[in-house]
């Protein structure tokens, strides 16, 4: 008959063996399934990876492992599925290859669905199964159960603000949060005090039930707290102008109250270099009766070059930044700093006069 090997070692038990380590059980009690029939022989024998799975480290890998085969053979054409599942009743199946990988996408796919994107580490119990179908009827061997432990990696993308800030423009991409590392990301203008604050991820933008706020349905007036999909607004305990600042690795968030409560408006913010005169950006309109100080620019067709922002169409105040979009997309320009490096390209471009924070985001 076909013999199908994952991994084979010099172990002469027929029984199904213990995997290494401890774990919990959830869903059931481990046993054996009905015994084979003595011309089919299936055995598994797997223990998990001894490391927490950071999947932050496999940025560029399209596997991940699962467990380590121990030993795992049939003399039957079997087939062999990995299951994890964990204490809340989720569950499910992949399918691995001979030494205990499976895809990495699948995997993060599963730890969104299940439980987001908060980067906490997950434990789930796995276990191989073994099925071969003769006669109509199933015969299984299945592993004992072992521990996966996952962190996921913290999720790269931009967020849009969703409140008296944009003034619930939620048709349009007008006021991202500032990146300032892959966990944090920041947006400093006025707050009322008041309903003020939700916002949106790239990928739920403008869907009601999948705006984040405040960690609970109600409205949470507090310098810091926790953030959640579905939460209330976010708002300071006093109006005034403040950075917001949103962690998320911890989905952590915390309001720091500016020093200059009275920052300089301007008439005008430009974009100006290698590429044009003058470009024109646009405030973004505030539902309070205080500038935003944040500017954007949607669709700009630009030439590889330089490039600064500055103000009132004139030098006297400018911005500028020893860096190429090309190798980081956000940064923060400094008084008569010099060109921003940027590629031919199309771009949305938005611009912070308070921070200097500036984004490019490549169409």
Known sequence: M???FFSL??????????????YDDWADPQH????????VQMKVEVQGVDNV??????ADAELVQLFVPVQVESNVDATYVLNLSDELGNSQDFVPNAEGFVSKEEVENMINNFYGKKQVERVMNGQLIANYVKDGATMKAVSDKFLVRILPAVPEMNY??????????EKEKTLP???????????TTYFSGMLDTKMWSDESFG?????????GSSNKKAMTGEFAIGGGYICPTSAGWYTLTFN????????????????????????IGDFNSDLALTQVVSGTSKPSHCWYALGVELAEGGLKFRANNDWTVNWGADQNVKDASYGTGTQDGPNITVPAGTYDVYFNDITGEFLFIVQ
């Open 207 to 215: 869907n009601a039930e999948q705006v984040y706020g405040a960690q």
């Open 248 to 271: 998320f690795a911890t989905y952590q968030y915390n309001f720091t109250r500016l020093e200059n409560q009275e920052p300089t408006a301007y008439t005008s913010v430009s974009l």
């Open 53 to 58: 799975i950071e999947m932050e480290e496999l």
């Open 2 to 4: 076909k013999k199908i």
């Open 32 to 39: 054996n399934d009905q015994e084979q029939p003595a011309d």
């Open 177 to 187: 949060l500032m990146p300032v590392t892959k966990e944090s990301q920041t947006v």
């Open 9 to 22: 070692m010099a172990i002469a038990s027929l029984a199904l063996v213990g995997c290494k380590g401890d």
């Open 160 to 169: 849009w603000i969703y409140g008296k800030q944009n003034n619930r423009n």
